[in-house]
Nanobody
Framework: QVQLVESGGGLAQAGGSLRLSCAAS????????TGWFRQAPGKEREFVAA????????WYANSVKGRFTISRDNAKNTVYLQMNSLKPEDTAVYYC???????????????????WGQGTQVTVSS
């Protein structure tokens, strides 16, 4: 079992930055694929970024590529999402997700991940 707790959300101005953290419990978290998803009001949950357990492979949605960076510190059981050059369209609830499957199998769809955090709100004002 893995429990995930996100933090770091809040209000930012367009062009600003925020860093989200996802703290995990569970001794095997370091072997889990971990991803970030987001859901805006009235929209489906969408993929943002993912990292393999070793952080040797990372994936990004086209909409955030070049602006967001996913990283992980397995010693601290924590995954981060550094968000720069924020835009109003980045406003959403951001969720951390994890799964024991490899990143290639877990993929970019929410259904590929078994464990989810409660979400943290990110609001970007113009």
């Amino acid at each position: 079992q893995v429990q995930l707790v996100e933090s770091g959300g809040g209000l930012a101005q367009a062009g600003g930055s925020l860093r989200l953290s996802c703290a995990a419990s569970g001794r095997t978290f370091s072997k889990y694929t971990t991803g970030w998803f987001r859901q805006a009001p009235g929209k489906e949950r969408e993929f943002v970024a993912a990292t393999s357990w070793s952080a040797g492979s990372v994936w990004y949605a086209n909409s955030v590529k070049g602006r967001f960076t996913i990283s992980r510190d397995n010693a601290k059981n924590t995954v981060y999402l550094q968000m720069n050059s924020l835009k109003p369209e980045d406003t959403a609830v951001y969720y951390c997700a994890a799964d024991s499957k490899t990143a290639q199998v877990a993929g970019v769809m929410p259904g590929g991940y078994d464990y989810w955090g409660q979400g943290t709100q990110v609001t970007v004002s113009s």
